[in-house]
């Protein structure tokens, strides 16, 4: 067993309003700089939809990630040692300009400086690049809210598979089933990122597991970005070096949460510490797709057992780190309840960014057995409902396997109906208790996730362990 410690992350679908202000707080901190216009570290995204890079899932295109050969070994999608040296001056599977868009401001001069006319003046968009007047085509959420989803929308990858009815309850202008999927950089346990770089730039810290680009180091080979199947790492074309999310490590070696996380509005992020075997990654991610989500949770390690903590401690974690693990929120919510998915785990890279999948929007009807009912939702099992297709989510956040997200939903209505059995009283507390059972919960359960989704301060949000930068290993 080889303990290590990974501060990783949760985001809570159902309590994003979508208001950017992730995202606005990361462009104003890190990629306000020429040659950083396009990036976006944090960007949110309406799903369905094509995202950002444009339909940056679909792997036939990109080839990010690892794919599994015929013996169960992992290899590179995008390049491979005898590929790189043809692959220098191009790329094949690079996103282009196009495919994220071209950063513009607008002509605010033309407003403050306009003479005096019966018409209004109008700033025209001008290109940040070139500097000429130019005519937006896309941006970094261009599909906010299903805007123009015949378009857009209808063409995201994880609706392979979806039958013409689902289709239909996902596109029903008069229901306007969406939701919201923020995305930074993952900081992966098996990043394809880190392995594509043939100048060894890109590395993974040892003391906690943020992915970084040694600026002094990079040579601006690009392979970095193809490998990368979230798309998450950019190059910059000012300064000729690949940039990427750094967890706003600055901050957490001070105590403070990254800057995404300090300014969301929904109390939606969560960041913690957990402890893992390293000696099981190549292990787990060369497992089947149908087996990836319950496989990359068995790395997780109980912060509790004693055989655990003296492993971390005798591996050089300080006891701050294992006392962060005991008290880490994103312990609770991927490995005890079971809430939190990663997204294309597919791709076996290991995500450490972790949803809880949406269950939102409520419905206020009820059937006889006090479930929620709409003729066109789509059932969970045992005659309970969701508004979005199970399929589509499992594709996002299950690999296709449809287990882990109805456990996950399940478990979410179960909660919601001993909640509403105490707060609102129309259903029965012996009803919400036989749900509860039903998801595989408990009264005490179900209390603690309330607390920690509704209740919970930013102590409670964020534990970070205290640092000490001068010792070895990073962390006292």
Same mark, same amino acid.
């Given at each position: 067993?080889?303990?290590?410690?990974?501060?990783?992350?949760?985001?809570?679908?159902?309590?994003?309003?979508?208001?950017?202000?992730?995202?606005?707080? %990361?462009?104003?901190? +890190?990629?306000?700089?020429?040659?950083?216009?396009?990036?976006?570290?944090?960007?949110?995204?309406?799903?369905?939809?094509?995202?950002?890079?444009?339909?940056?899932?679909?792997?036939?295109?990109?080839?990010?990630?690892?794919?599994?050969?015929?013996?169960?070994?992992?290899?590179?999608?995008?390049?491979?040692?005898?590929?790189?040296?043809?692959?220098?001056?191009?790329?094949?599977?690079?996103?282009?300009?196009?495919?994220?868009?071209?950063?513009?401001?607008?002509?605010?001069?033309?407003?403050?400086?306009?003479?005096?006319?019966?018409?209004?003046?109008?700033?025209?968009?001008?290109?940040?690049?070139?500097?000429?007047?130019?005519?937006?085509?896309?941006?970094?959420?261009?599909?906010?809210?299903?805007?123009?989803?015949?378009?857009?929308?209808?063409?995201?990858?994880?609706?392979?598979?979806?039958?013409?009815?689902?289709?239909?309850?996902?596109?029903?202008?008069?229901?306007?089933?969406?939701?919201?999927?923020?995305?930074?950089?993952?900081? %992966?346990?098996?990043?394809?990122?880190?392995?594509?770089?043939?100048?060894?730039?890109?590395?993974?810290?040892?003391?906690?597991?943020?992915?970084?680009?040694?600026?002094?180091?990079?040579?601006?080979?690009?392979?970095?970005?193809?490998? %990368?199947?979230?798309?998450?790492?950019?190059?910059?074309?000012?300064?000729?070096?690949?940039?990427?999310?750094?967890?706003?490590?600055?901050?957490?070696?001070?105590?403070?949460?990254?800057?995404?996380?300090?300014?969301?509005?929904?109390?939606?992020?969560?960041?913690?510490?957990?402890?893992?075997?390293?000696?099981?990654?190549?292990?787990?991610?060369?497992?089947?797709?149908?087996?990836?989500?319950?496989?990359?949770?068995?790395?997780?390690?109980?912060?509790?057992?004693?055989?655990?903590?003296?492993?971390?401690?005798?591996?050089?974690?300080?006891?701050?780190?294992?006392?962060?693990?005991?008290?880490?929120?994103? !312990?609770? !919510?991927?490995?005890? +309840?079971?809430?939190?998915?990663?997204?294309?785990?597919?791709?076996?890279?290991?995500?450490?960014? !972790?949803?809880?999948?949406?269950?939102?929007?409520?419905?206020?009807?009820?059937?006889?057995?006090?479930?929620?009912?709409?003729?066109?939702?789509?059932?969970?099992?045992?005659?309970?409902?969701?508004?979005?297709?199970?399929?589509?989510?499992?594709?996002?956040?299950?690999?296709?396997?449809?287990?882990?997200?109805?456990?996950?939903?399940?478990?979410?209505?179960?909660?919601?109906?001993?909640?509403?059995?105490?707060?609102?009283?129309?259903?029965?507390?012996?009803?919400?208790?036989?749900?509860?059972?039903?998801?595989?919960?408990?009264?005490?359960?179900?209390?603690?996730?309330?607390?920690?989704?509704?209740?919970?301060?930013?102590?409670?949000?964020?534990?970070?362990?205290?640092?000490?930068?001068?010792?070895?290993?990073?962390?006292?």
């Amino acid at each position: 067993m080889d303990v290590r410690a990974q501060l990783a992350t949760v985001f809570h679908l159902d309590k994003c309003l979508g208001c950017h202000t992730c995202s606005v707080a %990361c462009k104003n901190v +890190w990629t306000n700089r020429p040659g950083a216009e396009y990036m976006w570290w944090n960007n949110v995204e309406t799903k369905p939809g094509t995202g950002y890079p444009t339909q940056w899932e679909d792997q036939a295109q990109y080839r990010g990630g690892w794919t599994r050969t015929s013996d169960g070994a992992l290899r590179l999608a995008s390049t491979s040692k005898t590929r790189m040296l043809g692959e220098i001056f191009h790329h094949p599977y690079m996103p282009t300009l196009d495919d994220y868009y071209e950063p513009w401001t607008y002509d605010y001069a033309t407003l403050f400086n306009a003479p005096e006319s019966t018409d209004q003046p109008t700033a025209r968009p001008i290109s940040l690049l070139t500097g000429r007047p130019m005519d937006p085509e896309a941006g970094p959420n261009w599909d906010d809210d299903l805007g123009g989803s015949p378009v857009y929308a209808a063409h995201d990858p994880n609706l392979a598979g979806l039958t013409p009815f689902e289709r239909r309850q996902l596109f029903a202008v008069e229901r306007l089933i969406w939701f919201y999927l923020p995305r930074t950089c993952n900081h %992966c346990l098996n990043p394809a990122c880190v392995a594509a770089c043939p100048s060894g730039a890109l590395h993974k810290r040892g003391e906690d597991g943020i992915v970084l680009v040694d600026q002094d180091r990079c040579r601006g080979w690009r392979a970095c970005v193809p490998a %990368c199947p979230y798309k998450k790492v950019y190059y910059n074309w000012q300064t000729g070096k690949s940039e990427k999310c750094i967890l706003c490590f600055p901050r957490i070696e001070s105590g403070q949460a990254p800057a995404c996380f300090h300014a969301c509005v929904g109390r939606i992020r969560y960041l913690g510490v957990l402890l893992y075997d390293a000696s099981r990654i190549a292990e787990v991610a060369a497992l089947p797709d149908e087996a990836l989500v319950e496989g990359q949770r068995s790395l997780i390690l109980d912060p509790n057992d004693e055989a655990v903590v003296r492993r971390a401690l005798a591996a050089g974690l300080g006891a701050s780190v294992v006392t962060a693990a005991q008290r880490s929120p994103v !312990f609770r !919510f991927v490995k005890s +309840w079971k809430l939190a998915l990663p997204a294309h785990v597919e791709y076996r890279t290991l995500p450490m960014l !972790f949803y809880v999948p949406p269950l939102s929007p409520v419905i206020a009807g009820r059937n006889e057995r006090g479930a929620l009912h709409h003729e066109d939702q789509a059932p969970i099992g045992d005659g309970e409902l969701a508004r979005l297709p199970l399929k589509y989510l499992a594709s996002l956040f299950g690999a296709g396997n449809e287990a882990p997200v109805r456990y996950a939903l399940r478990k979410q209505q179960g909660v919601r109906a001993y909640r509403r059995a105490l707060r609102v009283g129309d259903i029965s507390r012996a009803f919400a208790e036989e749900r509860l059972r039903e998801a595989d919960s408990s009264i005490d359960e179900a209390e603690a996730i309330y607390r920690l989704t509704s209740l919970a301060t930013a102590a409670d949000r964020f534990v970070i362990p205290s640092a000490d930068r001068e010792r070895v290993g990073g962390w006292e």
